[in-house]
C-alpha cells in the first residue's frame, strides 16, 4: 500500500487543526524497537491528508478514489458537523466498499459521540449496532488539543501498526522513562558542578507548573461567568470551586476564580433585582407550564407531550411522565396544572392526575362527545380546585383533586361553544358561543342556575375576564378590522355579573401586528400601599400594554415597550406591574402610574415567551429553548437589610461617610426636591450590629457632604458659611456660622475635610475655618485676586493643612496661592490646564491637560516628573498609590487603568468601560483596590489586578474591609465581605455536593 491511513475531515477551523495535527503525530510517531520487531514496521510511513475543499455534489475525483484505494486505513475526523459534509460520506462509503469497516478509525474532536460519529460507524455491515475505535482529543483550547494529539495518536498508531495499545504505550513509556534515566544518569555523572543548575531548573519547572495552574483557574473562572450568563448557577458555582485551592486541588490562589464563585452564588446581591438562579432542562422545546407558590412546584410539557414535575427551591426534577395511549393513539395535552403537590393534565382524550414520585392518581375519560365536537377550551379556577373543559357540543367541569365531574351542559341556543372559556371562582363559567350566522356572545354560568348572555359590542371577541369586583370585562371589535392585522380601535366595557348590562364602555388602540405577542389580554387585582387602597386593570393590547382604573375603566398609564409583550405579572403586595417581551426584556412598572422604573430592567438573553412571578421567583419560558429560566431577587448569604423603603426613592446616589474607629457610618440621599435637598435627613448606623444609632436634619446644607471629624462628630459644611455638627453621644444639632459678616461667592474644602476655606470674587478676600475647632485661621486679602477674572473659578483644590490652594482662575490661569504668605503664582504655563487634583497625600499634583496628556508634579516645586498618555477632565479620577509607585486612574474614555512609575508603563487596562468614578480606597492590609462608581463598586486584587468584588450598587467600604454596604431605591443593605472557605462553605449548604461529574468535566474543558 501506498499509504499507511488516510485523514478524511471537513474544511472547518477545528477539523482542520485536528487533522492537520494528527497526521503530523503519526507521520513522526517514533517506534519502539520491540515493537519493530514485533510489527516488521519500523515507522508510519505516509498519512494522505487532502488539502483541498471538494464543490458540493462533485465526484471524488481520481486523486481522491487512487489515495482510498492504496490505503490500509481511512481515519475520520468526527465533529456534530461530520454528518453535513457529503464529500465526507462519500469518502466513509467508497473506503468501507474496499477495506470494509474493521479498518476505519475515529477521532472525537467535539461533541458527544452519538451526535458526531457518522452512521457508517455505528453499525457493522450486517446492521448491528457498534462502537468504532476512537481517539477523544476534545479540548476547551488548542493547547488542550495538541496536548490530547499527542497521547491519543498512540491509540490510531498502535491499530495502523497492528499491534496492542496497552503493549505499544507501555513500550512508549519504557523508551521515555530509558531516555529520562540516560539523561539522569549523565546529569548525575557531572556531579555538584550542575547541582545548582538542576536545583534552579526545578524550581523553575515548579513555577512553570505554577503558573499552568494559575492560567487553568482563570480559565475556569472565565467558564464559569459565561455559564452563569446562560442562567445555570449551580455549573458555574462547581465550575468556579474546581478552580480554588483546597476545593480545586493543591493549586495557587486566583482571585477571579474566587469572584466568579461569589458572582455565582450572588453573594453580594442586594436581593431586589431579578438575577438567574436555576435552569430546568427538558429533552425538547417546553409547550407550556404552570407553578403553584404554595408548593414550589413547577408542572410543564413538551412539545412531545411529555409531563415533568419540579421543585423549584431545589431544581430538582422530581419526575417525568411519558406520553399516554387512548384508543391506539398518542393524546395531545391541552393544558395543566400544578395543584396540591399533584400534576393535573388535561388531554384530547382524558382527564388525569399524578403525583410528584409520577404515580398516576386517576384517570377519567371525557366522552365530551363525537370528533365533530372536537375539544375548543380548558380553564383552571384560580385556586386549581376545578377545571373547564368545553367542546363545540358540551361543557364541563371537574374536581382537579379527585377527577369527578360537577356538573355539565349541553349546547345552548346562542350557538356552539367556542375556544374562549374561563372558570371563575368554583361556580362561575363564561364561555363565548357562535351561531350560524357568526355572531358571537358570551353564556355566563352560575353552576346548578341555568345561564345568562352578554352582548359585547362587536362580534369578534378578543379578550374577557372576571375582575376582582366581580364584573365582567370584554374587548372587542368588527373582525373585518381584526383580520386587517394593523393598528385598530377596539371597545373595552364592563358588565353588571348579575344583570348582563353594560356599566360602561371605552375605546382603546389593538395593534394586532405582531406574531407572538399573547394579543390581547384581561387581569385584574386589588392591593394597598401606605393604607390606601388599588383598584387595576391590566390591559394588554399587542405591543400595548394599559393601565385602567377599575372602577370606570379610565387610563392609568400605558407603555409600549420596544418588542412584542408575551407576559404580564404582578405581586399582590406590591405595586408593581412586570411585562415580559419577545425579545427577553423584563420591564417592571409602577402599577400606580404606569411608569417604568428605568433601571429596573431584566434582560433575558433567550427571549421570553412566557412567564409566571411569585413572591419574589419570576419563571421564564423562552423562544425555542428547551428550558425554564428561574430568576430570583437574590440577596447575599448573611447580608443585613438596614432601612427598606415601600416607596422608591429618587435615585440610587447616596454619601457614605466612615467613622475614623470603624464602628459607624453615616449616610444621607440626595433628592430632586428642592426642600428636601436643602435640609436632608442623615442617619448613623452601627456598623457591626446594624443598628440605627441616631438620625437627624442637617438645615441648608445644599450639595453637601456628610463626614466624621471625630468618632463621636459628624460635620455637614453648608451654604453662606454655615457648618452643621452633630454629636451621637449627646443627640445635639448645632448649626454656626464661623466666618463673620461672610461676602464669599464660592467655597472648598480640604482633601481631609479638616478646613474650609472661602473667597470673595470681588475683593479678594480669603477666609479659611478650622472645622475641628470651629475658628478662623486665617482671614486676608490675596492682592493678586482684586480683579475678578484672576480670582479661583470653580475648580479648586488646597492641601491638608491649609497653606497651598491651587485653581484654576476665571480667565484660565492655573495658579498656586501661598496663603500664609498671601501671594500667588502662574504654574505650568506651558501648558493648557483643563483639570486637576491632588493626591490622598498632598504630594503629588496630577494636572489633565488639553494636549491628552497626564502630568503628575510635585505638588511643592510644580515640577512635572512624569508625562502619561490619558486624556482627562474634570469628571474623571487619579490618585497616587500610598508607596508612590502607581498612578490608578479612568480618563475620558472610561477605562479603569493603572501606570507604573517606576518602569513607566500601564500595567492594567479595564476590559470594559465603567460609569465614572466617585470614590477610591487603597487597602494595602488586605491587598484590594476599591474603585466606587455609580453603579456600584468594584475591588481588584492588589497584586494580579484581577476582580475580587463586584458588588452592583456598592456604595462603601467599610471597618477595614470587612463589610460592603449598598443601596438603591428601596434598599439600604449591609454585606460582610466573605473568605474564599466561607465561599466554598455557602457553596455546599446551597448545592450539595459541588465535585463535577466526569461529564460535566467534558463538556466544560476541566482537566
Same mark, same amino acid.
Not at 534515566?181 to 524550581?203: D, E, P, T
Not at 435615585?651 to 475614623?660: G, L, M, N
Given at each position: ?52 475543499? +471538494? ?134 555523572? *557531572? ?70 464563585? %461569589? ?11 431579578? %438575577? ?42 422530581? /419526575? ?116 350560524? =350566522? ?36 370584554? /374587548? ?71 393601565? *385602567? ?107 457614605? %461617610? ?156 492655573? /495658579?498656586?496661592?501661598? &496663603? ?17 487634583? *491632588? ?5 503629588? +499634583? ?15 516645586? /510644580? ?21 508612590? %509607585? ?73 471597618? =477595614? ?15 460582610? &465581605? ?30
Amino acid at each position: 500500500m501506498k499509504y499507511d491511513a488516510f485523514i478524511s475531515y471537513r474544511h472547518l477551523p477545528r477539523d482542520m487543526y485536528v487533522a492537520k495535527g494528527v497526521h503530523k503525530a503519526l507521520e513522526t510517531a517514533k517506534i519502539p524497537k520491540k515493537i519493530q520487531q514485533l510489527t516488521g514496521k519500523k515507522k508510519i510511513q505516509r498519512v494522505f491528508r487532502d488539502q483541498d475543499e +471538494l464543490p458540493i455534489g462533485s465526484d471524488l475525483g481520481e486523486k481522491i478514489e487512487a489515495a482510498l484505494r492504496e490505503s490500509e486505513y481511512l481515519i475520520v475526523i468526527c465533529t456534530p458537523q461530520t454528518k453535513e459534509s457529503a464529500w465526507v460520506m462519500k469518502e466513509i462509503d467508497t473506503f468501507i466498499s474496499l477495506r470494509g469497516r474493521n479498518h476505519v478509525l475515529a477521532v472525537l474532536a467535539e461533541g458527544e459521540p452519538e451526535e458526531s460519529f457518522p452512521p457508517q460507524l455505528l453499525s457493522d455491515a450486517l446492521g448491528n449496532p457498534r462502537e468504532p475505535l476512537a481517539a477523544d482529543v476534545r479540548g476547551y483550547s488548542k493547547g488542550d488539543i495538541a496536548n490530547k494529539i499527542k497521547t491519543e495518536s498512540l491509540r490510531l498508531a498502535a491499530s495502523i501498526l497492528g499491534c496492542d495499545y496497552d503493549d505499544l504505550r507501555q513500550r512508549h513509556k519504557e523508551r521515555v522513562v530509558k531516555r529520562n534515566m540516560r539523561i539522569a544518569v549523565a546529569v548525575a555523572a *557531572l556531579g555538584v558542578a550542575f547541582g545548582l543548575y538542576s536545583a534552579w531548573n526545578l524550581a523553575r519547572i515548579n513555577e512553570n507548573y505554577r503558573e499552568m495552574l494559575i492560567v487553568e483557574s482563570a480559565t475556569l473562572a472565565e467558564k464559569s461567568t459565561n455559564i452563569l450568563e446562560s442562567g445555570d448557577r449551580k455549573t458555574a458555582a462547581k465550575i468556579a470551586m474546581a478552580g480554588l485551592p483546597g476545593f480545586g486541588g493543591d493549586r495557587p490562589y486566583v482571585s477571579t476564580a474566587a469572584y466568579s464563585l %461569589s458572582m455565582a452564588l450572588g453573594t453580594y446581591d442586594i436581593g431586589e433585582e431579578l %438575577s438567574y438562579d436555576r435552569v430546568l432542562q427538558h429533552d425538547v422545546q417546553v409547550e407550556d407550564f404552570d407553578y403553584d407558590p404554595d408548593t414550589g412546584y413547577v408542572v410543564s410539557y413538551t412539545e412531545t407531550d411529555e409531563v415533568y414535575m419540579w421543585d423549584t427551591a431545589s431544581g430538582e426534577l422530581l /419526575c417525568q411522565v411519558k406520553p399516554e395511549f387512548g384508543d391506539g393513539y398518542a393524546e395531545i395535552i391541552l393544558d395543566v396544572r400544578s395543584y396540591n403537590s399533584t400534576a393535573v393534565v388535561v388531554t384530547d382524550y382524558s382527564l388525569c392526575a399524578y403525583d410528584k414520585e409520577g404515580n398516576k392518581l386517576y384517570d377519567v375519560p371525557l366522552n365530551m362527545g363525537t370528533i365533530e365536537g372536537m375539544f375548543a377550551g380548558v380553564d383552571f379556577s384560580q385556586t386549581g380546585e376545578r377545571v373547564v373543559v368545553t367542546t363545540s357540543e358540551r361543557l364541563a367541569v371537574y374536581d382537579t383533586a379527585t377527577g369527578e365531574q360537577i356538573d355539565a351542559y349541553a349546547p345552548v341556543e346562542e350557538g356552539d361553544y367556542q375556544n374562549q372559556v374561563l372558570l371563575f371562582g368554583n361556580d362561575i363559567v363564561a364561555v363565548v358561543c357562535k351561531d350560524d =350566522n357568526d355572531h358571537r356572545c358570551v353564556a355566563i354560568f352560575l353552576l346548578d342556575m341555568g345561564y345568562m348572555v352578554v352582548e359585547p359590542k362587536y362580534d369578534y371577541i378578543l379578550a374577557m375576564n372576571f375582575t376582582t369586583d366581580g364584573q365582567f370585562w370584554t /374587548c372587542s371589535m368588527p373582525e373585518e378590522d381584526y383580520k386587517t392585522y394593523v393598528s385598530k380601535p377596539m371597545t373595552v366595557e364592563k358588565f353588571d355579573v348579575d344583570t348582563c348590562q353594560q356599566i360602561f364602555e371605552k375605546e382603546y388602540m389593538f395593534d394586532n401586528s405582531t406574531k407572538y405577542s399573547i394579543g390581547c389580554k384581561i387581569n385584574s387585582r386589588k392591593y394597598t400601599v401606605d393604607g390606601k387602597e388599588y383598584s387595576e386593570v391590566m390591559l394588554v393590547a399587542g405591543k400595548t400594554f394599559y393601565l *385602567l382604573d377599575q372602577q370606570n375603566g379610565e387610563l392609568i398609564g400605558k407603555y409600549s415597550p420596544d418588542s412584542e409583550i408575551t407576559g404580564v405579572v404582578y405581586d399582590k403586595d406590591s405595586s408593581d406591574v412586570g411585562i415580559g417581551t419577545l425579545l427577553g426584556t423584563y420591564i417592571v412598572l409602577d402599577g400606580k402610574t404606569g411608569i417604568a422604573y428605568d433601571k429596573n430592567i431584566t434582560e433575558i438573553k433567550a427571549g421570553i415567551l412566557d412567564l409566571r412571578f411569585s413572591d419574589g421567583l419570576l419563571i421564564v419560558r423562552s423562544y425555542k429553548n428547551r428550558n425554564l429560566f428561574l430568576l430570583t431577587q437574590r440577596a447575599g448569604k448573611d447580608s443585613l437589610v438596614l432601612e427598606k423603603n415601600e416607596d422608591p426613592r429618587d435615585d440610587y446616589s447616596s454619601y457614605i %461617610s466612615e467613622s475614623p474607629d470603624g464602628k459607624k457610618f453615616c449616610i444621607y440621599y440626595p433628592s430632586d426636591d428642592m426642600e428636601e435637598m436643602s435640609n436632608p435627613e442623615i442617619t448613623v448606623y452601627d456598623t457591626e450590629s446594624g443598628d440605627k444609632l441616631a438620625s437627624f436634619k442637617a438645615k441648608d446644607c445644599y450639595g453637601s457632604q456628610a463626614y466624621f471629624t471625630d468618632d463621636d462628630t459628624i460635620v455637614v459644611p453648608g451654604q453662606d458659611g454655615i457648618i452643621s455638627y452633630y454629636s451621637i453621644s449627646s443627640d445635639k444639632h448645632e448649626q454656626i456660622r464661623a466666618i463673620p459678616d461672610p461676602v464669599m461667592e464660592e467655597s472648598y474644602f480640604s482633601n481631609n475635610g479638616l478646613y474650609m476655606a472661602e473667597v470673595e470674587k470681588y475683593g479678594g478676600r480669603l477666609a479659611i475655618v478650622d472645622v475641628c475647632s470651629k475658628k478662623v485661621v486665617s482671614d486676608q486679602t490675596i492682592a493678586e485676586w482684586d480683579e475678578y477674572d484672576n480670582a479661583p473659578g470653580l475648580y479648586a483644590e488646597f492641601t491638608g493643612d491649609a497653606k497651598s490652594l491651587f485653581y484654576i482662575s476665571n480667565n484660565n490661569r492655573f /495658579c498656586k496661592a501661598n &496663603v500664609e504668605k498671601g501671594t500667588v503664582e502662574e504654574i505650568l504655563q506651558d501648558f493648557e490646564v483643563r483639570c486637576f487634583w *491632588l493626591s490622598t497625600d498632598d504630594k503629588y +499634583l496630577l494636572v489633565g491637560c488639553k494636549d491628552g496628556m497626564l502630568r503628575v508634579c510635585d505638588a511643592d516645586t /510644580c515640577k512635572v516628573l512624569e508625562v502619561v498618555d490619558c486624556d482627562m477632565e474634570s469628571d474623571c479620577f487619579v490618585d497616587v498609590s500610598e508607596d508612590g %509607585s502607581k498612578l490608578y486612574m479612568q480618563g475620558r474614555d472610561l477605562y479603569i487603568k493603572i501606570y507604573d512609575l517606576k518602569t513607566h508603563e500601564y500595567v492594567y487596562e479595564a476590559y470594559s468601560v465603567c460609569k465614572e468614578v466617585r470614590k477610591f480606597k487603597e487597602d494595602t492590609e488586605n491587598r484590594r483596590l476599591v474603585f466606587i462608581n455609580t453603579d456600584g463598586m468594584i475591588i481588584l486584587d492588589m497584586d494580579s489586578y484581577n476582580y475580587f468584588i463586584q458588588c452592583e450598587h456598592g456604595k462603601a467600604y467599610l471597618h =477595614n474591609g470587612e463589610y460592603i454596604i449598598a443601596n438603591t431605591r428601596r434598599i439600604l443593605r449591609r454585606f460582610k &465581605v466573605r473568605s474564599v472557605d466561607e465561599l466554598i462553605q455557602d457553596a455546599k449548604e446551597e448545592y450539595g455536593d459541588c465535585t463535577l461529574t466526569e461529564r460535566e468535566k467534558r463538556r466544560y474543558g476541566v482537566r
